[in-house]
């Protein structure tokens, strides 16, 4: 199927079976967040393991561009008194059928869940950045603050050349802000994670703000952005606000639904 037909669409689908539909290397970023283990019940009827999740990643990475990025964000759940590092098996298989681990971030996340007896509490999930062969767009967000901000450099900066002398390149000021490092932490939690109240209907939602800096980093404006378990649309939402081109799939109708209603779209439950 041609990609136009699958461009801005809320599909209510399996995406085992609707990613078969998308053309090879169509796609230029997936922003996507699939169920952590058995964590959370959700009103799809689909099957989560990990057969199913090799279907889905072996689909993803024939869809992605070359030069492609996806961001997979996921935590574990506890089984047994340990932590399933399912996260860590999806990162490893991820890149066993080819596709490079770009980098490792931290989501840091500041809203709190009740406390555990015995277990610090658990404040990050895995954003895996992974990508087909180079990443084509990495646009790194330049919003941390520097403590010398504004300052001149003490002494003058230096460049080692090639052949050991050093070029004096003189005084700097230094920017208000530099690069971010690889943890991002964000306000989650009802009323932080999106101000729609809709959105709260889904159990497991990530912040808007995750979305769009992810979108920002990894993607241009044209782009095509893919969120293959959408839940209440959040990658849809920030990806038309930062003027990407979309597409999105959730296996329930009931998430499609507040997805749609959500970003002012419609659910497209018609088989394709
Ligand atoms: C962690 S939630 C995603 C939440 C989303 N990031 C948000 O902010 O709303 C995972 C979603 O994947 C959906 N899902 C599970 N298996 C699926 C499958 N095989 N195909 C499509 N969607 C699936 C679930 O119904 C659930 O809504």
């Not at 995406?15 to 078969?20: A, F, H, Y």
């Not at 492609?68 to 059928?97: E, H, P, R």
């Not at 690069?179 to 889904?202: L, M």
Request: positive net charge.
């Amino acid at each position: 199927m041609r990609i136009e037909r699958l461009e801005n669409r809320i599909i209510n689908g399996d995406s085992s079976e609707v990613l078969r539909k998308f053309p090879s290397n169509s796609i230029d970023l997936v922003v996507t967040s699939p169920p952590y283990d058995s964590l959370r019940d959700y009103t799809g009827e689909g099957i989560w393991n990990f057969g199913c999740f090799k279907k889905i990643a072996r689909q993803l990475y024939r869809v992605l561009a070359p030069g492609g990025v996806m961001v997979w964000v996921v935590g574990d759940q506890i089984v047994g008194g340990g932590k399933t590092l399912t996260s860590f098996k999806q990162a490893v298989f991820f890149q066993s059928i080819g596709f490079t681990v770009f980098d490792v971030i931290i989501y840091e996340k500041t809203g709190s869940g009740p406390p555990h007896p015995n277990r610090y509490f658990n404040s990050f999930e895995y954003m895996f950045i992974l990508s087909k062969g180079t990443p084509k767009t990495v646009n790194l967000l330049k919003d941390k603050p520097n403590k010398w901000a504004n300052h001149t450099t003490y002494g003058n900066v230096t460049r080692r050349e090639k052949d050991g002398s050093l070029t004096d390149k003189g005084q700097k000021t230094v920017n208000e802000f530099g690069v971010r490092t690889n943890i991002w932490r964000y306000a989650n939690g009802k009323g932080f994670s999106t101000k729609d109240e809709i959105a709260y209907q889904h159990p497991a939602i990530f912040p808007e703000k995750l979305a769009e800096d992810n979108i920002r980093s990894w993607s241009n404006e044209g782009d095509i952005v893919l969120d293959p378990f959408g839940g209440s649309g959040t990658v849809v939402k920030a990806a038309m606000a930062l003027n990407r081109r979309w597409s999105m799939i959730e296996i329930s109708e009931e998430y499609c639904r507040i997805a749609a209603q959500r970003t002012g779209l419609e659910c497209n439950t018609e088989r394709l």
